[in-house]
């Protein structure tokens, strides 16, 4: 089973964007600006995925094209679909849980350009596996996207990226609600934080990871 979630402030909202910007998931907690690496950090069910199908559905609803770099073969494109991204403007690479070759893949993307909005997702690779990436590798990266209107995420549990990432968010699990009955329960609603780590200096903004529908996969 997989939940379809879509990540907001508690407070209802219409995510707004500019040429040069996509506004963040946070309301307010910063704007994620195009030609710059961004990381999401947080443990799993602190809602990553839900806020990644979020800015995925505004990117392509915007008539952009995005790309999923699935380091682990995770990525639920009916979730993503559910949550509203179109998927006719997505590209998913599988990496089969190879780092290397989930490096080489967003290198290629990020060169070939044309994409709004790249998603490098790195949660389930093992710490010591990042560690041990050259940081020529983000680098390279940071010089291949800047100047150009495109937004590399990075999707981690620790940051990855370092000093080349131009924003780094820290989420953070509140409260958990559930249907049904033990053994057979399924996730309602996720209430999380989420706050700024770079820069710092941000009051953290509360929001939410609801399901919406459940799909067999």
Same mark, same amino acid.
């Given at each position: 089973?997989a939940?379809?979630?879509s990540?907001?402030?508690?407070?209802?909202?219409?995510?707004?964007r500019?040429?040069r910007?996509?506004?963040d998931l946070?309301?307010?907690?910063a704007?994620?600006?195009?030609?710059?690496?961004?990381?999401?950090?947080?443990?799993?069910?602190?809602?990553? $995925?839900?806020?990644a199908?979020?800015?995925?559905?505004t990117?392509?609803?915007g008539g952009?094209?995005?790309?999923?770099?699935d380091?682990?073969?995770?990525?639920?494109?009916?979730?993503?679909?559910?949550?509203?991204?179109?998927?006719?403007?997505?590209?998913?690479?599988?990496?089969?849980?190879?780092?290397?070759?989930?490096?080489?893949? $967003?290198?290629?993307?990020?060169?070939s350009?044309?994409?709004?909005?790249?998603?490098?997702?790195?949660?389930?690779?093992?710490?010591?596996?990042?560690?041990?990436v050259?940081?020529?590798?983000?680098?390279?990266?940071r010089?291949?996207?800047?100047?150009?209107? $495109?937004?590399?995420?990075?999707?981690?549990?620790?940051?990855?990226?370092?000093?080349?990432?131009?924003?780094?968010?820290?989420?953070r699990?509140? $409260?958990?609600?559930?249907?049904?009955?033990?053994?057979?329960?399924?996730?309602?609603?996720?209430?999380?934080?989420?706050?700024?780590r770079?820069?710092?200096?941000?009051?953290?903004?509360?929001?939410?990871?609801r399901?919406?529908?459940?799909?067999?996969?």
């Amino acid at each position: 089973m997989a939940m379809a979630a879509s990540a907001r402030p508690l407070s209802s909202f219409l995510a707004e964007r500019t040429p040069r910007e996509f506004q963040d998931l946070t309301h307010g907690l910063a704007a994620l600006p195009r030609g710059t690496i961004c990381e999401i950090l947080g443990e799993p069910s602190t809602g990553r $995925t839900a806020l990644a199908h979020s800015m995925l559905a505004t990117a392509t609803l915007g008539g952009e094209v995005v790309a999923v770099v699935d380091s682990h073969d995770t990525f639920d494109p009916a979730s993503a679909q559910k949550a509203g991204a179109d998927l006719g403007k997505l590209l998913w690479v599988q990496c089969g849980h190879r780092l290397e070759t989930a490096l080489r893949a $967003t290198d290629m993307i990020l060169h070939s350009g044309g994409f709004g909005l790249i998603l490098l997702d790195l949660c389930d690779m093992a710490p010591a596996a990042l560690d041990r990436v050259p940081v020529s590798y983000w680098y390279r990266f940071r010089r291949a996207i800047e100047h150009s209107p $495109t937004l590399m995420l990075i999707l981690a549990r620790q940051s990855v990226a370092r000093s080349c990432a131009t924003r780094q968010f820290g989420l953070r699990q509140q $409260t958990v609600q559930w249907r049904g009955e033990a053994p057979f329960q399924t996730m309602r609603c996720l209430a999380m934080e989420a706050s700024s780590r770079k820069p710092m200096g941000t009051s953290p903004v509360s929001m939410e990871a609801r399901a919406e529908e459940f799909a067999e996969v």
